[in-house]
């Protein structure tokens, strides 16, 4: 274990620059990678549950990303990933754009994302694996991410969790990712149908909506009724806005 702290403390991992407000928070949204964070959410450093030696899992951290449909095998939608706390736990809510009223809740990353999987690859009857990295999903292992998350109020005092080091790219290196549309503000585009699928969800207005409820085979997601069902946009973030990282 002590070899396995040093190899993650010893690591430089290159990220891409991220904008700050005159507060020193980060600007939301941005676009890291395939991924649009809308918030980062804030670090409950006192519940071991909320973080390990690699990843921390900041409640109301929310991300937006394309994938293929569940529903549909011809479309591809934008889904909405995000963290919520439970009886002193992490839950990872996955919300797809077109079915808001369904969504997907576990008691790890890897378990909701698997979960899409396994329905994405049934539609189209495709045999392959159903297996999933939930931090690469949510985003958590993107260097990127994780410095913007090890920068937020608290994450020092994450019992377990290893810091690490970062280094700026160089600024070519910068230009070639905005280029890609990987990097900076998201296009009018993305922001425009990431906003949709968040009012979609806002107005699911069902007061039984259907949650897929996953667990991980020895924690079985509980039936918590006054567990959040549904993510509150509102109180969570707007696409639109500029929305602070950390501000939840």
Request: proline residues 7%; aromatic residues 6%.
């Amino acid at each position: 274990r002590r070899k396995r702290h040093h190899d993650i403390a010893s690591k430089v991992r290159s990220v891409q620059p991220v904008p700050r407000d005159q507060d020193g928070n980060y600007e939301m949204p941005v676009q890291v990678g395939i991924l649009v964070v809308l918030n980062l959410g804030k670090v409950v450093w006192d519940r071991d549950a909320f973080h390990n030696e690699r990843y921390i899992w900041p409640v109301g951290y929310t991300v937006q990303r394309e994938y293929y449909s569940m529903i549909d095998p011809r479309q591809d939608v934008i889904y909405t990933c995000w963290v919520s706390e439970s009886k002193d736990t992490p839950l990872f809510h996955i919300e797809a754009e077109d079915a808001p009223d369904a969504p997907i809740v576990a008691p790890t990353a890897t378990g909701a994302w698997t979960a899409v999987l396994r329905k994405v690859n049934q539609i189209r009857h495709r045999e392959h694996s159903n297996s999933a990295s939930g931090p690469d999903y949510f985003g958590f292992s993107h260097p990127t991410i994780a410095k913007m998350i090890q920068d937020l109020p608290g994450a020092s005092r994450c019992r377990s969790y290893v810091m690490q080091h970062f280094v700026e790219m160089k600024d070519r290196h910068v230009r070639g990712v905005v280029k890609k549309g990987r990097g900076g503000r998201p296009s009018i585009e993305m922001l425009s149908r990431g906003q949709r699928a968040l009012m979609a969800s806002a107005s699911s207005s069902s007061p039984s909506v259907c949650v897929s409820r996953v667990g991980d085979g020895q924690n079985p997601v509980p039936d918590d009724p006054d567990e959040p069902r549904r993510m509150s946009v509102a109180t969570l973030t707007h696409a639109d806005s500029a929305s602070k990282g950390g501000s939840c």
